[in-house]
């Protein structure tokens, strides 16, 4: 009886935690599709705030401060 008993109780410990990754739902299709209320986009807007925004001098490198540039006689060997 103690051994039923042990095993009810294992059972019951491992079964927690896979109801709790659920989140309590049981059918995730019963809702209707979502309609997406946000904010409406105004292209016209978009396009004459991208051509404020200034070309680069220079581009971008991320990595470049990362390893220091190769010497430029290292280059010519």
Same mark, same amino acid.
């Given at each position: 009886? #103690? +051994?039923?008993?042990?095993? +009810? =109780?294992?059972?019951?410990?491992? $079964?927690?935690?896979? !109801? $709790?990754? =659920?989140?309590?739902? #049981? !059918?995730?299709? !019963? @809702?209707?599709?979502? +309609?997406? @209320?946000?904010?409406?986009?105004?292209?016209?807007?978009?396009?004459?705030? =991208? @051509? #404020?925004? &200034? @070309? &680069?001098?220079?581009?971008?490198?991320?990595?470049?401060?990362?390893? &220091? $540039?190769?010497? $430029? !006689?290292?280059?010519?060997?």
């Amino acid at each position: 009886m #103690r +051994t039923v008993l042990v095993a +009810t =109780m294992a059972l019951a410990f491992l $079964a927690a935690p896979a !109801s $709790a990754q =659920m989140g309590g739902k #049981r !059918s995730q299709g !019963s @809702e209707g599709p979502k +309609t997406q @209320e946000g904010p409406k986009v105004d292209e016209k807007a978009y396009k004459a705030a =991208m @051509e #404020r925004i &200034p @070309e &680069p001098k220079q581009k971008y490198d991320p990595w470049g401060g990362v390893a &220091p $540039a190769p010497a $430029a !006689s290292a280059k010519k060997k």
